[in-house]
């Protein structure tokens, strides 16, 4: 239930209105979240250049995906983890794959790695052990590799939080974390 109202498209001046029209003419939508994001119209554009420069960085599109959806299922975010699959999808990554990334795992050594680590990060509040890190140059990754991982991590973090703390309504196809939907069946 939404504890946030979303801001209608159409009320939009400004900035705000030019990042509308940018997302509309991308995703053919503006979604719940930005238009709930929108109230801060500082927020909204710092979250949509995160977001860009991230789409920029040495993690694939794939692995980018991989990591949302890992991440939204550790924080319990049905918000972010339908939308992380449902974009994946787009994405062309196969649900197989998307479903394995929600416990961490993958089709190769250096993705588990990857995954374990953004999950870890988030488990521990950041606190890891200089040992995962050295996992992750074991299987190849860089340190520009690694600040890409964390940086990954953090927008989706605050992704996961900003939607469970707003309450925001669903807009993709619903996909249930585990927490949630353990939730769900005991009500």
Request: aromatic share 4%.
């Amino acid at each position: 239930m939404a504890v946030l109202h979303d801001i209608d498209p159409k009320d939009v001046t400004g900035k705000t209105k030019e990042l509308f029209a940018a997302l509309e003419h991308a995703l053919g939508r503006v979604p719940k979240m930005i238009r709930l994001m929108a109230h801060s119209p500082t927020v909204l554009e710092t979250y949509l250049h995160f977001n860009h420069a991230l789409e920029q960085s040495t993690l694939s599109a794939r692995t980018r995906a991989l990591i949302t959806v890992a991440v939204a299922e550790a924080n319990g975010c049905d918000y972010t983890l339908s939308l992380g699959m449902a974009l994946g999808r787009r994405q062309g990554v196969a649900d197989a794959d998307l479903e394995a990334a929600r416990s961490g795992r993958a089709d190769d050594a250096r993705t588990v790695e990857i995954l374990q680590f953004a999950t870890s990060i988030v488990r521990r509040a950041g606190r890891v052990p200089h040992t995962e890190v050295e996992h992750l140059w074991r299987h190849g990754l860089t340190d520009g590799e690694v600040v890409d991982v964390i940086a990954a991590v953090v927008l989706n973090v605050f992704r996961n939080y900003f939607n469970l703390v707003a309450g925001t309504d669903i807009d993709s196809p619903v996909v249930r974390t585990a927490a949630s939907a353990q939730l769900i069946e005991h009500a």
